[in-house]
């Protein structure tokens, strides 16, 4: 897919426009010197020793009801949510 | 606690203070459920059981941490009905420690904000002027602790949140080095830099709130183990003996003369007690602040690209499903949290991505190298919370741009990870101290020194 996406569709908000500020702050990024020397201080990815458990914890009974109780629009227990295949 | 007054009283006595303030720092309160645990308390206290430091003790929350049974907002008209289905891990280790929550505490929605104005439960009002902001994003809980609303609250810090409204307000307020605390339960706006920390009235007070949150969490594999911080350990400052401070952050034009005066009169009692003080080259502010925003904008449109109305949050419908996002999310979301996730999917985008993104990822690797250079010559880095005063209330939404600059003091240390605290002395908007990663002890130290010599 070659089409250029907008910043309106790319942020699934409408009319949505690139802000003159924000651009500013870009310009000084562009405009600043990289270093190709320097080091990767920040690390946060997790060393494959130190994975978690690979088992599935069920939630508890209250927080499946809270779930629920925070559908935007439900019917019989379910989700309602509009249809999904439409192009 | 002190037995002649029992902690049913105290309690009430502070939900009664929070109902009828005028600061605007309450998103909702506890009431109920408090004066329970309250009451748990006092049966506990006249059974004669042994109590523990944190029991009893009431605290406020910034309503961007889930807490079960209650509304967790963000002060955003999306989540204006959300309730938290389970509690973070910080807050949880607080309840577990028997500390008593009262309140839901106005921010900056999703943390966007350095001012607590864009939230849509009314801009918070500083607690020594309230003509002038509250500072954010954590303006709510810094103005609580001030105010003694609450004994300490827990804020979130990603560029200067717990700090910034720390020093506008005259409290203490700190940010550990990231993954001290677990993240889980907290609404994320930049992860990798993302902290959970308390804002207090004492470095006492910081210790024992930190202690009783810090530790190794599964749910957030970033966090770390580390150990308990005692008492006695933070009171012997001998193993400080170099500090250093950035020349460019006190020879700048932003610096209002008032703080750069009251900052190097500082600098001047710390050299009198011996302690050697060197000057340090850093990056320029406009630097660190575009760095900053740049990956801040970059995580929070991909971590808020989940808030769509369509499993939970105020859903607006539309013609059909892109529609509903469309229309949900710009309707919900607040101008500047708007503005934060455009730029974030532009600078993300293909054409931009390479120019700016990972020209900012390289940009932060040179200030934590920065970092790791300055702490192999000083143990603490001593700096100003922020260039000026707090501005009055409606100045930053009128210009964004002075807003994000007015963070140049504390936005490079969230990009180093580094533990930060602000203690209300030394300047007008008070002083951070900051030392190497996972330094958090040291850095108590140094706080109580300076509490002492000020």
Not at chain 1, 5 to 34: C, P, R, W, Y
């Amino acid at each position: 897919m070659s089409k250029m996406m907008t910043v309106d569709i790319l942020s699934s908000i409408k009319g949505a426009k690139e802000s003159e500020t924000v651009n500013q702050l870009f310009k000084v990024i562009i405009n600043a010197d990289t270093n190709s020397n320097a080091a990767n201080n920040v690390v946060n990815a997790v060393s494959i020793d130190d994975l978690r458990e690979d088992i599935v914890i069920n939630s508890s009974k209250r927080e499946k009801e809270i779930i629920i109780e925070n559908f935007p629009k439900e019917k019989n227990g379910y989700l309602v949510v509009a249809k999904v295949i439409e192009e | 606690m002190n037995k002649e007054i029992s902690c049913t009283k105290l309690v009430q006595e502070k939900l009664d203070l929070l109902k009828s303030n005028t600061h605007n720092t309450v998103n909702s309160l506890l009431e109920d459920t408090a004066l329970d645990l309250a009451k748990k308390v006092d049966e506990k206290i006249k059974k004669g059981q042994e109590i523990g430091l944190l029991e009893g003790i009431p605290f406020g929350i910034k309503d961007v941490y889930m807490l079960q049974e209650t509304y967790t907002t963000a002060s955003s008209d999306l989540l204006k009905n959300y309730k938290s289905a389970y509690t973070a891990t910080a807050i949880q280790k607080l309840l577990d420690a028997g500390a008593i929550p009262l309140v839901k505490e106005n921010c900056d929605s999703f943390g966007h904000g350095s001012s607590s104005e864009n939230t849509i439960f009314g801009a918070v009002k500083n607690a020594v002027n309230s003509d002038l902001v509250g500072g954010g994003s954590s303006g709510g809980s810094a103005v609580n602790v001030a105010k003694n609303y609450t004994i300490f609250s827990i804020g979130g810090d990603t560029g200067g949140s717990i700090r910034q409204p720390a020093g506008y307000n005259n409290v203490f307020g700190f940010k550990p080095t990231y993954g001290r605390i677990s993240r889980f339960g907290l609404m994320a706006y930049a992860s990798s830099t993302d902290c959970v920390g308390p804002i207090a009235k004492s470095t006492e007070d910081i210790r024992i709130v930190l202690n009783a949150m810090s530790g190794k969490d599964v749910k957030d594999q970033t966090t770390y183990p580390s150990e308990i911080i005692s008492k006695e350990s933070i009171l012997n400052v001998d193993t400080i003996k170099t500090v250093g401070y950035f020349k460019n952050f006190i020879e700048s034009d932003a610096i209002s003369s008032e703080i750069k005066e009251s900052f190097l009169a500082t600098i001047d009692k710390i050299k009198a007690k011996g302690i050697e003080v060197k000057i340090l080259d850093f990056f320029e502010s406009d630097t660190l602040v575009s760095t900053y925003y740049t990956l801040a904008m970059a995580e929070t449109a991909s971590n808020l690209s989940r808030l769509d109305g369509t499993n939970y949050g105020n859903r607006i419908e539309g013609e059909n499903l892109k529609d509903t996002y469309s229309i949900t999310r710009s309707e919900n979301f607040s101008e500047e949290s708007k503005r934060r996730i455009v730029g974030g999917n532009q600078l993300l985008s293909q054409g931009f991505s390479d120019e700016i993104y990972l020209k900012g990822l390289n940009l932060r690797d040179q200030i934590a190298n920065n970092f790791e250079k300055d702490f192999k010559e000083v143990d603490i880095i001593l700096s100003p919370v922020t260039p000026n005063t707090p501005p009055k209330i409606g100045e930053s939404l009128k210009n964004p741009l002075a807003m994000y600059l007015s963070d140049a003091y504390t936005v490079g240390f969230s990009l180093g990870q580094l533990p930060t605290l602000t203690i209300p002395k030394g300047t007008a908007t008070g002083l951070q101290i900051t030392g190497a990663k996972t330094q958090d002890e040291l850095v108590l130290k140094f706080a109580n020194f300076l509490n002492d010599t000020l």
